[in-house]
Antibody, heavy 123, light 107 residues
């Protein structure tokens, strides 16, 4: 059974870089049926899709990040990572990694999620 | 960017009764819509994809309908464990957008 696990610092200072890693276990990140996404949830709020990456390294980002984000993949470690630069208090959120089904094309949706990791931006 | 609007914000339903949740897209998303359930302290769980197909292991009391811009999630006979926040999400194009959520409370 595929599982996702986020890891990274829980506290980041304003203007610095937020770095998180998602480790995929129980399956290969190179499976061509999936995209691998980062999603965040501000405290008490809804869900915001940050972006996704394919195992080839092709990535797409939510324009709301204003080009502050980057997602990378390390197939040798079965991991994908998020970097968010120049963070502010508005980036304080619960960050999830999730798997999106892309094949079959009519079975889309985020079917597997990590447990989430809280990141607080504070001096 | 497509805007997803959910209503009502909160729904209070008695056990065994039907709960009907709505999701509206600002433009057509065809049937590229998913529903998720989030209970306190947990990650969201995929309930429905393709607007009406239940994900694996989801009880039959959950059903989805609609296409284009208007979608509905129905819980036919509410159970206590269904108390949660429910989100819709389109995947018709990028960026992928979630609705603001509907909180279902047990009356």
């Amino acid at each position: 059974q595929v599982q996702l696990q986020e890891s990274g610092p829980g506290l980041v200072k304003p203007s610095q870089t937020l770095s998180l890693t998602c480790t995929v276990s129980g399956g290969s990140i190179t499976n061509n049926n999936y995209f691998w996404s980062w999603i965040r949830q501000h405290p008490g709020k809804g869900l915001e899709w940050i972006g996704y990456i394919y195992y080839t390294g092709a990535a797409y980002y939510n324009p709301s990040l204003e080009s502050r984000g980057s997602i990378s993949v390390d197939t040798s470690k079965n991991q994908f990572s998020l970097k968010l630069w120049s963070v502010t208090a508005a980036d304080t959120a619960l960050y999830y990694c999730a798997r999106e089904v892309i094949v079959p094309v009519d079975a889309d949706g985020f079917d597997i999620w990590g447990q989430g990791t809280m990141v607080t931006v504070s001096p | 960017e497509i805007v997803m609007t959910q209503s009502p914000a909160t729904l209070s339903v008695s056990p065994g009764e039907r709960a009907t949740l709505s999701c509206r897209a600002s433009q057509s998303v065809s049937n590229d819509l998913a529903w998720y359930q989030q209970t306190p302290g947990q990650a969201p769980r995929l309930l429905i994809y393709g607007a009406s197909t239940r994900a694996a292991g989801i009880p039959v009391r959950f059903s989805g309908s609609g296409s284009g811009t208007e979608f509905t999630l129905t819980i036919s006979s509410l159970q206590s464990e269904d108390s949660a926040i429910y989100f819709c999400q389109h995947y018709n194009n990028q960026p992928l957008i979630f609705g603001g959520g509907t909180t279902v409370e047990i009356k």
